[in-house]
């Protein structure tokens, strides 16, 4: 049979039916597409490993194993007999990069592999950050969750970091059963020490001149089966002093841990040690007895990577059952195992619904979702607080009537190689805002003014014109409504810089922290800010079942485009100054938002490359158009690496969608202040209230 992979082991830990998905099994010729299988270019884009590798292999150079599987395994174990040769006669560790290690049943491709005659190290490069304090205590970062019983400090792994050691693990395990085959031909021992260790991004750190982002090479190619292929290459004077990476020893007890309880998720391999998970596994695929999919259905599919987007067959189908109906019970919020099974009671798993949910197993949350899903057809529903003026005026922050309202929305790409000098990994830079302005609460929407914004898309730190912008533009009274915390978390970042000892502190900084400081509430004086978070209003106010249990902007959006009275006031011909002409679909404006270039979708493999991240955003339309903020960051990281900035069109890009966001607000702000309070128990009144 073809080798079992390390990502497929730990697909095959989370779930056994997600590897049969990952495989070619009975008459299906090619393993089900998953949205976790990002192309290289995405994961350029998206996670930066590829500049993590290449940063370290700078730092660290070493040979570099060729792709492939047979081949690669070959010329693997040459580089290693090579190593331990060169090893012996220097005194040194011997470090080789992707070397491929097969053995029975199993494949891993190692990320670095330090070769010597009595000791080997296996050490995995992630993207994922830590404090460069904590690497040499695991129990900091990985064993940070400490539980107080009877018997003392009971520290146990966070779950965040359970993969990655299921990863390293199954590593470990391979080796030593590759060792003890093989040992002798490369000139090690079978018992050699393995000892493995992780090389992980440094998010206190500083760029230095020679590791930020500016001393790599990125270009891409199409593979032959028509997939692009990203390419790193470090291209500066040298940085062996990185503060950027850190490298995190004395893991070998964590790592021992995982080998004896895997802590799969599971249930065939619950409290299974990862060599007795390898066997288990192994046997499954060769004997195909995969298990019932009635036995695996939980909360956690909602999440399914094999939940892919498109009309071709996917796992999760093949799993769940179609058609599925479109109040199936895993469009509940926060939906739980314990309600999926409730709704598998009632029904089977392609039609359970919401409503099979008991209603004893429904959260005080979730009753508007489960409350408007009893009746046929499904009604709205409005919660008995908000239909109170006084009270609805006082959650949406009316303003007195000469203070204006602000709508805001704000773009930010981090990245985990800075492209500054004194920058940290992950780092907050915001490059874009986009606001609208009523003149005051009650003010119709005629009087709507769509303000200058902000982008910048060509410097490497845009933050101070970003916050000088906000404050001349926003001014110093209003109520500024955003759509959740989003906002406020750029805005402390952004204090939390203007507040320390950094040298690019710009000389303005105490008056852009007096301005930030009043859109806070003031702890001490108990003083409302100016910020208002309209997705907490909406969340408490009102539910309509064509959101499918999600408060997204782009998702109450199209609600509130139902409405001709609001509707009137967007389309092309009614609208304000700076509008793009893209808000004339008829049922919900981020449909017509234009397509990306060209260029950029060849780059990442089409638009069937691009539907995950628009399923993973829980957004509608067409994937080959810039509408949630996880596609505005793989374009703005895009645009900076292949350049293009100061083409128009891709500057309308950014600002169409930035501008809609804030746009969407205004809409819904209204359809809270005029529509929602008309809402009624009854379809027939809820369709008069709508068409006005």
Same mark, same amino acid.
């Given at each position: 049979? $073809?080798?079992?992979?390390?990502?497929?082991?730990?697909?095959? @830990?989370?779930?056994?039916?997600?590897?049969?998905?990952?495989?070619?099994?009975?008459?299906?010729?090619?393993?089900?597409?998953?949205?976790?299988?990002?192309?290289?270019?995405?994961?350029?884009?998206?996670?930066?490993?590829?500049?993590?590798?290449?940063?370290?292999?700078?730092?660290?150079?070493?040979?570099?194993?060729?792709?492939?599987?047979?081949?690669?395994?070959?010329?693997?174990?040459e580089a290693i007999r090579s190593a331990v040769e060169r090893s012996r006669a220097s005194g040194k560790m011997i470090p080789l990069y992707e070397i491929t290690i097969m053995h029975g049943d199993f494949l891993a491709r190692?990320?670095? @592999? $330090?070769?010597?005659?009595?000791?080997?190290?296996?050490?995995?490069?992630?993207?994922?950050?830590?404090?460069?304090?904590?690497?040499?205590?695991?129990?900091?970062?990985?064993?940070?969750?400490?539980?107080?019983?009877?018997?003392?400090?009971?520290? %146990?792994?966070?779950?965040?970091?359970?993969? +990655?050691?299921? #990863?390293?693990?199954?590593?470990?395990?391979?080796?030593?059963?590759?060792?003890?085959?093989?040992?002798?031909?490369?000139?090690?021992?079978? *018992?050699?020490?393995?000892?493995?260790?992780?090389?992980?991004?440094?998010?206190?750190?500083?760029?230095? *001149?020679?590791?930020?982002?500016?001393?790599?090479?990125?270009? +891409?190619?199409?593979?032959?089966?028509?997939?692009?292929?990203?390419?790193?290459?470090?291209?500066?004077?040298?940085?062996?002093? %990185?503060?950027?990476?850190?490298?995190?020893?004395?893991?070998?007890?964590?790592?021992?841990?995982?080998?004896?309880?895997?802590?799969?998720?599971?249930?065939?391999?619950?409290?299974?040690?990862?060599?007795?998970?390898?066997?288990?596994?192994?046997?499954?695929? $060769?004997?195909?007895?995969?298990?019932?999919?009635?036995?695996?259905?939980?909360?956690?599919?909602?999440?399914?990577?094999?939940?892919?987007?498109?009309?071709?067959?996917?796992?999760?189908?093949?799993?769940?059952?179609?058609?599925?109906?479109?109040?199936?019970?895993?469009?509940?919020?926060?939906?739980?195992?314990?309600?999926?099974?409730?709704?598998?009671?009632?029904?089977?798993?392609?039609?359970?619904?919401?409503?099979?949910?008991?209603?004893?197993?429904?959260?005080?949350?979730?009753?508007?979702?489960?409350?408007?899903?009893?009746?046929?057809?499904? *009604?709205?529903?409005?919660?008995?607080?908000?239909?109170?003026?006084?009270?609805?005026?006082?959650?949406?922050?009316?303003?007195?009537?000469?203070?204006?309202?602000?709508?805001?929305?704000?773009?930010?790409?981090?990245?985990?190689?800075?492209?500054?000098?004194?920058?940290?990994? +992950?780092?907050?830079?915001?490059?874009?805002?986009?606001?609208?302005?009523?003149?005051?609460?009650?003010?119709?929407?005629?009087? $709507?003014?769509?303000?200058?914004?902000? @982008?910048?898309?060509?410097?490497?730190?845009?933050?101070?014109?970003?916050?000088?912008?906000?404050?001349?533009?926003?001014? #110093?009274?209003?109520?500024?409504?955003?759509?959740?915390?989003?906002?406020?978390?750029?805005?402390?970042?952004?204090?939390?810089?203007?507040?320390?000892?950094?040298?690019?502190?710009?000389? #303005?900084?105490?008056?852009?922290?007096?301005?930030?400081?009043?859109?806070?509430?003031?702890?001490?004086?108990?003083?409302?800010?100016?910020?208002?978070?309209?997705?907490?209003?909406?969340?408490?106010?009102?539910?309509?079942?064509?959101?499918?249990?999600?408060?997204?902007?782009?998702?109450?959006?199209?609600?509130?485009?139902?409405?001709a009275t609001i509707r009137e006031h967007f389309v092309p011909g009614h609208h304000c100054a700076g509008d793009p002409e893209t808000y004339g679909h008829p049922h919900d404006p981020y449909l017509a938002l234009p397509s990306l270039p060209q260029s950029f979708l060849e780059a990442v493999g089409g638009i069937e490359?691009?539907?995950?991240?628009?399923?993973?955003?829980?957004?509608?339309?067409?994937?080959?158009?810039?509408?949630?903020?996880?596609?505005?960051?793989?374009?703005?990281?895009?645009?900076?690496?292949?350049?293009?900035?100061?083409?128009?069109?891709?500057?309308?890009?950014?600002?169409?969608?930035?501008?809609?966001?804030?746009?969407?607000?205004?809409?819904?702000?209204?359809?809270?202040?005029?529509?929602?309070?008309?809402?009624?128990?009854?379809?027939?009144?809820?369709?008069?209230?709508?068409?006005?």
């Amino acid at each position: 049979m $073809r080798p079992i992979t390390k990502t497929q082991f730990k697909i095959g @830990l989370n779930c056994l039916l997600k590897l049969r998905h990952a495989r070619p099994f009975g008459d299906r010729a090619k393993a089900y597409p998953q949205s976790a299988s990002q192309n290289d270019m995405l994961r350029l884009l998206a996670e930066g490993g590829g500049a993590v590798e290449a940063l370290w292999r700078q730092r660290e150079p070493g040979y570099v194993g060729p792709v492939g599987r047979e081949d690669a395994a070959e010329a693997s174990m040459e580089a290693i007999r090579s190593a331990v040769e060169r090893s012996r006669a220097s005194g040194k560790m011997i470090p080789l990069y992707e070397i491929t290690i097969m053995h029975g049943d199993f494949l891993a491709r190692i990320d670095l @592999l $330090r070769v010597s005659e009595a000791k080997l190290q296996i050490v995995e490069m992630k993207a994922k950050s830590v404090v460069s304090a904590d690497a040499a205590d695991e129990g900091n970062e990985i064993l940070g969750k400490i539980s107080i019983t009877k018997t003392g400090d009971k520290r %146990t792994i966070l779950k965040s970091w359970i993969p +990655y050691l299921q #990863d390293l693990a199954f590593q470990k395990v391979l080796l030593g059963h590759w060792l003890d085959v093989n040992g002798n031909k490369v000139g090690l021992r079978p *018992n050699t020490l393995i000892e493995p260790g992780m090389i992980l991004v440094n998010k206190s750190g500083n760029a230095k *001149n020679e590791d930020t982002l500016g001393n790599f090479k990125t270009d +891409y190619s199409i593979d032959k089966h028509g997939h692009p292929r990203a390419h790193v290459a470090y291209v500066g004077a040298g940085c062996p002093n %990185t503060e950027l990476l850190v490298e995190m020893t004395g893991m070998s007890a964590i790592i021992k841990r995982i080998e004896e309880n895997a802590r799969a998720d599971d249930q065939a391999f619950k409290d299974k040690g990862i060599s007795d998970c390898m066997e288990m596994m192994a046997n499954v695929i $060769r004997k195909g007895q995969w298990p019932d999919a009635a036995s695996r259905l939980t909360s956690s599919c909602k999440n399914c990577e094999f939940r892919t987007s498109g009309s071709a067959p996917n796992g999760f189908d093949e799993c769940w059952g179609t058609p599925r109906p479109t109040y199936h019970v895993l469009t509940l919020p926060r939906v739980t195992t314990k309600q999926v099974a409730s709704a598998l009671k009632q029904a089977d798993s392609h039609s359970a619904l919401v409503s099979d949910v008991a209603k004893s197993d429904v959260t005080q949350s979730q009753i508007p979702v489960w409350d408007c899903l009893q009746a046929t057809p499904p *009604n709205p529903i409005v919660s008995s607080q908000f239909k109170n003026a006084d009270f609805r005026n006082a959650k949406l922050r009316k303003s007195d009537s000469d203070e204006p309202c602000y709508f805001l929305d704000f773009e930010c790409a981090p990245y985990p190689i800075p492209r500054r000098v004194g920058g940290k990994p +992950y780092e907050w830079l915001p490059f874009q805002f986009e606001a609208h302005k009523l003149p005051s609460f009650s003010a119709d929407l005629d009087q $709507r003014v769509r303000l200058e914004g902000f @982008l910048d898309l060509t410097s490497d730190d845009p933050r101070t014109g970003f916050l000088r912008g906000l404050r001349a533009q926003l001014g #110093d009274r209003g109520v500024i409504y955003h759509w959740h915390h989003y906002e406020e978390t750029v805005l402390k970042k952004l204090r939390e810089w203007l507040t320390s000892t950094a040298s690019d502190v710009p000389p #303005d900084a105490a008056e852009l922290v007096k301005f930030i400081d009043s859109l806070f509430v003031d702890s001490s004086t108990k003083q409302q800010g100016r910020l208002c978070d309209l997705h907490k209003v909406a969340n408490k106010a009102f539910y309509h079942p064509s959101m499918l249990g999600s408060y997204s902007i782009k998702k109450v959006l199209p609600v509130a485009w139902e409405q001709a009275t609001i509707r009137e006031h967007f389309v092309p011909g009614h609208h304000c100054a700076g509008d793009p002409e893209t808000y004339g679909h008829p049922h919900d404006p981020y449909l017509a938002l234009p397509s990306l270039p060209q260029s950029f979708l060849e780059a990442v493999g089409g638009i069937e490359a691009l539907r995950e991240i628009e399923r993973a955003f829980e957004d509608p339309g067409q994937p080959d158009a810039m509408k949630n903020g996880g596609m505005a960051m793989l374009f703005y990281h895009y645009v900076r690496m292949f350049g293009g900035a100061d083409r128009p069109e891709i500057v309308a890009q950014f600002k169409n969608y930035c501008g809609l966001d804030s746009a969407a607000m205004v809409m819904v702000f209204r359809y809270m202040t005029d529509i929602v309070p008309g809402f009624s128990a009854s379809p027939s009144a809820f369709t008069e209230a709508k068409d006005g």
